[in-house]
């Protein structure tokens, strides 16, 4: 069982940066990714890669903003949110699988708690 705990929400204005992160517990897992949800909005898949490999996918909407990166040796997946816009805001997921990778909500088995992330114009 994989346990993922996040941290590094927050509130930041139009244009500003934000890093989440997000510690998976001991457990295997394949890829990793970042979901986002706003307000009555279906949760979408923001960036994603497989753990040991240097794969990644990204939204269309956050290419060139957004970095997805790990630290395998502390088992810490990051995701830095740059030049970040109102319409970025949302809650944030990390998840993780086994066996299964891309930026679908159904590639993946374990999820985090969420992170609040709120931007301003």
């Known amino acids: 069982q994989v346990q993922l705990v996040e941290s590094g929400g927050g509130s930041v204005q139009a244009g500003g940066s934000l890093r989440l992160s997000c510690v998976a517990s001991a457990g295997y897992t394949y890829s990793m990714a970042w979901f986002r949800q706003a307000p009555d909005k279906e949760r979408e898949g923001v960036a994603a890669m497989i753990v040991r490999e240097t794969r990644t996918s990204y939204a269309d909407s956050v290419k060139g903003r957004f970095t997805i990166s790990r630290d395998n040796a502390v088992k810490t997946l990051y995701l830095q949110m740059n030049s970040l816009k109102p319409e970025d805001a949302g809650m944030y997921y990390c998840?993780?699988?086994?066996?299964?990778?891309?930026?679908?909500?159904?590639?993946?088995?374990?999820w985090g708690q969420g992170n609040q992330v709120t931007v301003s114009s």
């Open positions: 998840a993780a699988d086994a066996s299964q990778y891309g930026l679908g909500t159904g590639a993946y088995k374990y």
